[in-house]
């Protein structure tokens, strides 16, 4: 059965940085795309950052944009496949559970224009939690 662990949460000062990680195992079939959602108090989850796993193409929230940097290692390891999100110059607003979840069978127009919904992936990691303090 497939499975995503996350790790690298934790507590930081506004401005700071984390970076978060998240170990896939079992997830197979085609191209496999990964995402990372962020569910804060009161909203609903939101994606934050998404990376077709086989040509590498990363998409992010435009809040995001030019903080948070995604890369992988391990793409072709169906047992062992790593996902990192850096996320830098955090901000007070984007505390909250960060999970990431995954996709097999995936197609790059296809998740180009979904890698933010949740209903895109078929897999889930229990989460981290990220806060960032004033």
């Known amino acids: 059965q497939a499975q995503l662990v996350e790790s690298g949460g934790g507590s930081v000062q506004a401005g700071g940085s984390l970076r978060l990680s998240c170990e896939a195992s079992?997830?197979?079939?085609?191209?496999?795309?990964m995402g990372w959602f962020r569910q804060s108090t009161g909203k609903q989850r939101e994606g934050v950052a998404g990376?077709?796993?086989?040509?590498?193409?990363?998409?992010?929230?435009?809040s995001v944009t030019g903080r948070f940097t995604l890369s992988q290692a391990n793409a072709d390891n169906a047992d062992n496949r790593v996902v990192y999100l850096e996320m830098n110059s955090l901000e007070f607003e984007e505390t909250g559970i960060y999970s990431c979840?995954?996709?097999?069978?995936?197609?790059?127009?296809?998740?180009?224009?979904?890698?933010?919904?949740?209903?895109?992936?078929?897999?889930w990691g229990q989460g981290t939690p990220v806060t960032v303090s004033l």
């Open positions: 979840a995954a996709v097999p069978w995936c197609h790059g127009s296809w998740y180009a224009r979904r890698w933010f919904d949740v209903v895109t992936y078929d897999y």
């Open positions: 079992r997830v197979t079939g085609g191209s496999v795309c």
């Open positions: 990376i077709h796993t086989g040509d590498g193409s990363t998409y992010y929230a435009d």
